[in-house]
Each structure stands twice: as C-alpha cells, then as structure tokens.
C-alpha cells in the first residue's frame, strides 16, 4: 500500500458540541440513502414529499392518460445523475398503480451491459420458475435449456433465439395490455443491454392502439450509438421527451428544509444555490453539514458554519468519506481509476496486493454501502462517489496509478484495450512501451470496432510526437479507422493530407485504398473510381491490395450506375479476392454481382448470390468482411423479391453485426433500408421517420450512400400525400446530393418523383417526358428490374396523351420482366399495366388480386383504384 502515499489528507475537523442536530434527521438521510443505492435498487419509497415538478408531473400524467386511455406512448425521462429523475418516474407510476394499472419496473446496470435482456427481462419477471407458463418459456429461452449443453445467456445471443426472444416479449406485453393498462419502466437506459433496447423499439413500433406506456429514465452521458439511434427513433414515432432539469430555488430551499426540520438560514441558503437543484447534491450536503456538525439548528432556522463549506459536489461527496480510515480511502481511490465498476481482482493486480487484505480493506466502504457487490464485480454506490474520489486524486497520482494499472493488466493477460485504456491516461509523451500497446490494441480492435482503434491510435500518435520513426504508419492507421468509425470527413482529410506531403512509402497504397473506401461511403463512387483507377497503376502492388482495389472499384462503378464496367470489375475481384484469400475483397465482388443480377430481372439469382456473400462473411476468420455487412444488400434484395419480413431479419442481422463491430458508416444506408421497406408496405409514416432518422445519422458520421434514393422515397410519398410544397423541397434536396456527389444507382427513383411532380402540378407533357427518358435510359444500359417500378406511371401518362401504342408497349416490356422477376408484385405490375393500357377492369382486379399475394400495400393501393375506375367506366359501378 505504500505506493499508494502521495493521496493528500484531509485533516478531520472536530465537532463543535453546541451543535444542535435534529435527531430525525439522520433518519431521513439514511430513507434517501436506501433510495439511492446502486444495485439493489427497489421502487422509491421515499418518505419526504416531493417538491417542485408541478409541470413536469402534468406531463408524466398527461401520457400516462393517454396511454390508459388505450393508446401506446414512450416517455423518456432525461436528466443528470440524482436530478430526481426516478423520484418524479415513481411519482407518477405509483398513482397509475393505485389507479389499478400494472407497472413493472427494471434497472439496468452498468456492469451488465452485455447481459442480453437484462433490464427488460427483470422489469418482466422472466424466470424459469415463474408461475406464468408464457414468462417460464421466455426466461428457458433467455437462460439455454439448463440440460443443453451450450446453456447460459450466451445462447441468447444467436440471431434466430434473439428474435424469437424480442418476438415473445413483445406478445407477452400485448397480453399483459389485454387485461389492464401497462407501464413498463426501464430505469438507467443509458447502461441497458442492445436486446433491451431492440425490445423498446419493437414495442414503440407496434402495440399501436394498445394501453401500454414504456418509460426509461437515462442520463445524457453515457450515449452509445444503440442508444442513440433508439431515441432518434423513438423520437420519430411520437415519443415524450422530458428534459429534467434543476430544481428551481424555492423548491430547493423547501426541499433542504424538509431534510433538517427548519427554514434555511442565510448561509445554507447560498450553499444550496451551489447544487444547481440537484436534490441528490442536495441530499448529500445536507448529510455532510449533519455528519460533520457544521449545521446548527436555532428555533425554526438552519443555518452552516462558514468555515465548514464545501465547494462544489465533489468535495462534498469526498468530504462524507473522512470517516474511513487511509487504507480503505487508498483502495477506493484506486478502484476509481478502474471505473464505477471494478473486480477485486483486477484492483489486486493493480495495487499488487493480495485480494484478502483489499476485502478487509473494503469491508467498511461495503458496510458503508459505499460500494456494493453488482454481479461478479463491485460497483461505487453511485457514480457521483467514483467520480468524486477519481477528481479528487492529484494529476500525477492519477497518472501513476493509471500507468501502473496498464502495466501490470498488461502483465497479467488482459485484453489490449483494457490495457491501452489505462496507457491513454497514464504514459508521458514518447513512452516507448505505451505506444507499441496502443498500436497492437487498435490493430486488434479495428475489425471490432473502429470507434475505439480510431480513439487509441490518437492518443499513440499523441504520444509519439512529430518525430517517432512510425508517426506516419500510426497517422495513416488513426484516418483509416476515423473513415470506418463515423468520423467520415476528418478521415478523409486526414488522408489527403498525408497524401499530399512527403509520406513513408509503405503506407501510399493503404491510404488510397482507405481514401477511395472514404469517398464511397459517402455516396461519391465516381470519385472513388477515379481514385482506384489512379492507384492501380502504381507498381508493386501486393496481391491482396490489388483485390481489395479491383472490388472498391466494381463498387464505386455499380454505385455511380456504370453497369459494365462494374461486372468487369467485379469479375475480377472475385479472381482477386480468391487467390490472396481474401473475404473482403470476395464479399464486395459477390455484392456487385448480385446486385447485377437483381439489375438483369433475376431477382432469386441475385438473393443467392447475396445469401453466398453472407456465408463467407459469416465464415470468414476474420471479420473485415462484415465491415460492410452483405446483410444490408440481401435485405435490400428480399425486399425486391416481395419477402419483407425475411428483408427484416436481414437488416436485424446486419444491424447487430454492425453493432458488433462498431462500424457507423453504414448507419444512415441502414435506415434508409428500412425506410424502403415502409414505404413498399404502405406504412408512410415509419418509412418518413426511417428517412429522417438517417439523414440525422448521416449529418452525424459524414457518409451519404444511397441518400438521393432516401430522399426520392421521401418526394413519393409528400406527393402521394398532396404535400407538394414538401415534395419540391425533398426532391431538390435530393438533386442537389446528386449534383454534389457524382452519378448514383437509384437516380431513376428521383426522376420518377420528380414525373409525378410534374404531373401532380398539371404538367402532363412534362411528366411523360421525364419519365420516358428515364425509362429510355434504363432500357439502354440493360436494366430490367425497374420496369416494375416505372412501368405503371409510364402506361398512365402514356394514355393520359392518347398514346395507346406506346402503353401497350411499355405493358409488353413490364410483362416480359414480371416473368423473370418472378414475383406477385411484379406479376401484379404487369398485370396492372395490361389492364390499363387495355382499359380492361377484369385485368385489373387480376393485378389487385396478384398484390395482395404481395406485401406491397402501396401499389395494391393504386392497383384497387385503377380497377375502381375501370369498373365504374365500364358501368359496374357496384363492384367498383
Ligand atoms: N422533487 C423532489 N423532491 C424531493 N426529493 C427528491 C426530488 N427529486 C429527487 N429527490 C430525491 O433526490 C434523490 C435523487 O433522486 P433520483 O434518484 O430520482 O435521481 P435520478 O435522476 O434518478 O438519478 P440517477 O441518474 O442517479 O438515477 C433521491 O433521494 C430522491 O428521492
Ligand atoms: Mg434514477
């Protein structure tokens, strides 16, 4: 422990006897202590009354009405830590429950992030010995059949189990909604697992029409990305936001007034104005004063020593703790090094002391309850405590401690992150040893996850300085994880300045190939091309460069619409990728063929091609070839074969994987994605917040692949709806991306939006104009699989000018690629074109009765009507 002298002490006070403690108060503190504590957590049973929040009361009871009046709502409640964000939660719920409703509660925990389910199904009571048979059956499957061998959580884990598992919990809400109004409290969302959070999104966005209410309370910081892009969603479906904040002075003042049993005088009154309403910092000052006999109490007034004031949070939180002795204060501190979580044993490696002597150390922190035990490991009761003693710990002791911990975690096998973390904090500029570890670290890190290789090799090129012989391989390691990890731009700039300045030779050809891997992410594929081409000329490229190159070039070809060149590519790539045994490179190559495919009208060729692409990124030994799931493409692809269900799974998949990986570049493609299938589905409102949700994402991590697609989904559907106003703004957005980044695949989506503009404005003509190049275009390059898509609006606008010929020929080419395509929605196209080029409604009752084999509600929907219209024309007015 001697390592452990530089921590500074704090020289006990001694009490003053004249003192006067109201004796109820330490009661009180030790109510609100209960309600605090960490990992076992009940519902609040505060004594003292709750002050303040009459707006912010209205509006939890507001949506609880709601939802009790049978329409689903989300609340999310935020706020700092202890801003009382539970207390008002309880506050609420406890009323619905007297009101007869069924409230379940469940907290997540900090430690138990990767514990799937954890929070959700605690809130739930998913046990396998509940006497509900339907929550029995959830929790085996959550747990593993205790007799299979590979049992434990883990098994919750596989994509199908998950599934079933978020599928079965959401059945069980919906009954639970049958019998009585819901609410399901998840408490510290901000620490809940991924599969709570994918069940609070399913929840959010089915169980329309259903009494149930989800309400999560959670912090500003920590925000993952999971989280993140949930309460984007949940946003964009109609969630309450509620922003917790301070409470206002009075309410403060009241508050502490309650705690000691007296008006505050002067003196407290300025200490509380110090806790910007923070009822927590409140609390704990109130107990410090207390404990310390620094407050006196005199008639109805009380009032503080001036001399005992502590100054911010921190020091009063640490204050609190001088009544543990050095040896115990000294592990505290160093466990804060480690994190609000801890296990003994990592803090024994640390400290090198034996695991016993830290447990008789920790024995009066645990009494305390200053720490808790929380799972396999130790928490700090609230965060407020770590941070506190962590802040508290002078910079060089911090550093020491931090730099010791990296050592000897170092030592003793743990993960390179774990330990690279620890060298981040602790190593002084040009530290050999920290920086080798945090280049192996991020190495190792950066199929997993960008986002922290990007943050380790900061640091290493932080540390290495301008002249470490491998500050350039680092600088060019740190821009390509920054292009993989959301942080598009900067990536990219970060290249072309390497690129433009004298560079170590080794690193030329990575730095193009990850540039070029920039420029497509963002939508630019021509740019990336242009790029590729340039860096196949250098000479001596290694065959796995030079496979990689070949499929980033048949990518940014497919992407830019230069079909031919891309097959070629692509045919290569594959050659490529084969010989240098590279999934990668084979993975991109099968994406471009498969999409190809789909192109050519043979959309079940395409989906095996993809469903290949998947094996062998799913196979592969490393994970490089998930970094751009091929999941994402065969979603898309099912949605063109009509599965859109299986295209949910796939994109699920993806998602996870994504996840899994920390890659973020995809995230905005990814909605998009979903947004296709909305849209496809009729369901206009997902498929507008889909469409939103990514151009927020993408503002965020800088990549536009496929955002002029996105943006023509949005003018559909502001036109269907007659929102022209909304679609002339969608669509110049969406022109104005395309002038930006170069030729895109998809661009025939924008044109057709902007025909039915045209026409929706009166201008005819125009219209069959636009629509006729567009169709012209397509038919040129080879491309059968939008014939689907425009067709029908061809024909439409054909006959509107009197051009029966020309319909009846684009009705023969949308035939002939429905029989290739294969499908009842293409089966329906053909039909509906045939009917309407013919004006024959029994035609069209066809196509209408082809659709509804389809999911495709939303050409079903024009299909119905086009058969109304020709019923009625033809007199069968009743049928119509
Ligand atoms: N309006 C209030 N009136 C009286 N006491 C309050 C009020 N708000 C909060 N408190 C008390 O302050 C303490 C902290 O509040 P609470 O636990 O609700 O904070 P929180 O925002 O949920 O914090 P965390 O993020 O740490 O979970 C509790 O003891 C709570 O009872
Ligand atoms: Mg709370």
Known sequence: METLSWRPRIVAETVTPDIRVPPDIRERMTDRRRDTAGPS????????????????????????????????????????????????????????????????????????????????????????????????????????????????????????????????????????????????????????????????????????????????????????????RLVGILLATGATRLEVGGLDPPSATDLVAGLVGAVPGPGLRAQIERAGGNPLYLGELVEALVEEGGMAVTGETADVRAATLPTSLGETVVRRLRFLDDEALDVLSA??????????????????????????????????????????????????????????????????????????????????????????????????????????????????????????????????????????????????????????????????????????????????????????????????VEEVERTMELPALEPLQRGRLLAEAALGRLWSGALDQARVHAGNALTAGHLAEDDAAVCSALAVQSWLRQAEGDTSGAIAIAERAVEVAESSRTREASRRPPQLLLGLLLIEGDQLDEAGKAFDAARRIGEDLGTVWDLPAFHWALGLSHFVAGDYDDALAEVEAGLDVSEE???????????????????????????????????????????????????????????????????????????????????????????PDLVRLSLLRGARSEAEAVAGAVQEAAEMIATPGARGAALRCRGLASGDAGLLLDAVRAYRESPRRMELGHACEDAGVALARAGRRDQA
Do not use: N
Request: aromatic share 4%.
């Open 41 to 228: 957590r009940s519902p609040s049973s505060d004594a003292s009354t709750l002050v303040g929040r009459d707006a912010e009361m209205a509006v939890v009871r507001d949506v609880l009405a709601t939802a009790c009046a049978g329409f689903r709502s989300t609340v999310l409640v935020e706020g700092e830590a202890g801003i009382g964000k539970s207390r008002l939660v309880e506050e609420a719920l406890s009323e619905m429950e007297r009101g007869g409703s069924l409230v379940v509660r469940g907290w997540a925990r900090e430690p138990e992030r990767d514990r799937p389910f954890g929070a959700i199904g605690d809130a739930l009571g998913l046990r396998p010995d509940s006497r509900d048979p339907e929550r029995a059956a959830l929790a085996r499957l959550l747990h593993g059949d205790p007799d299979a061998p590979t049992a434990g959580s883990l098994s919750s884990q596989a994509p199908e189990l998950r599934f079933r598992l978020v599928e079965g919990i959401v059945d069980l809400v919906e009954r639970l909604a049958g019998a009585a109004p819901v609410a399901l409290l998840l408490e510290d969302l901000h620490w809940a697992d991924d599969a709570t959070l994918l069940v609070v999104e399913q929840l959010a966005r089915r169980l329309k029409g259903l009494p149930v209410v989800v309400l999560a309370t959670l912090r500003p910081a920590p925000r993952g990305r999971a989280l993140d």
């Open 701 to 791: 991590v800088g990549t536009r692949l496929q955002m002029v697609w996105a943006q023509a989904i949005e003018a559909h559907i502001r036109i269907q709806r007659d929102d022209l106003h909304a679609a002339t703004a969608a669509l110049e957005a969406g022109e104005r991306e395309l002038a930006r980044a170069g030729p895109q695949a998809k661009t025939d989506w924008l044109l057709w939006a902007r025909a039915l503009l045209a026409e929706a404005q009166g201008d005819t003509e125009g219209a069959h104009a636009i629509l006729r190049m567009v169709w012209d275009a397509y038919t040129a390059l080879g491309v059968v699989s939008e014939r689907r898509a425009l067709g």
């Open 335 to 528: 466990a804060s090094v480690l994190g609000t979580a801890f296990s003994l044993d990592d803090l024994a490696v640390m400290l090198d002391t034996p695991a016993t002597r830290l447990l008789s150390a920790l024995r009066e922190p645990l009494r305390a309850r200053l720490v808790a035990e929380s799972g396999e490991r130790l928490a700090f009761r609230h965060d407020l405590v770590r941070d506190a003693l962590y802040a508290d710990l002078p910079l060089t002791g911090r550093r020491a401690l931090h730099l010791q911990a990296a050592r000897l975690l170092a030592g003793a096998g743990r993960r390179p992150v774990d330990v690279a973390r620890h060298f981040v904090l602790g190593a002084a500029q040009g530290d050999a040893e920290a920086i080798d570890w945090l280049s192996r670290a991020a190495r190792d890190a950066a199929a997993r996850s960008p986002e922290v290789a990007a943050q380790l090799l900061q640091a290493a090129v932080r540390l290495a300085g301008p002249d470490h012989p491998r500050r350039d391989v680092l600088e060019a390691e740190l821009a390509a994880a920054l292009v993989w990890s959301g942080s598009t731009l900067d990536g990219e700039a970060r290249l072309r300045a390497i690129l433009d300045r004298a560079h170590a030779p080794e690193i030329d050809v990575p730095v193009r190939l990850a540039l070029a891997q920039a420029l497509f992410h963002d939508g630019r594929g021509q740019a990336a």
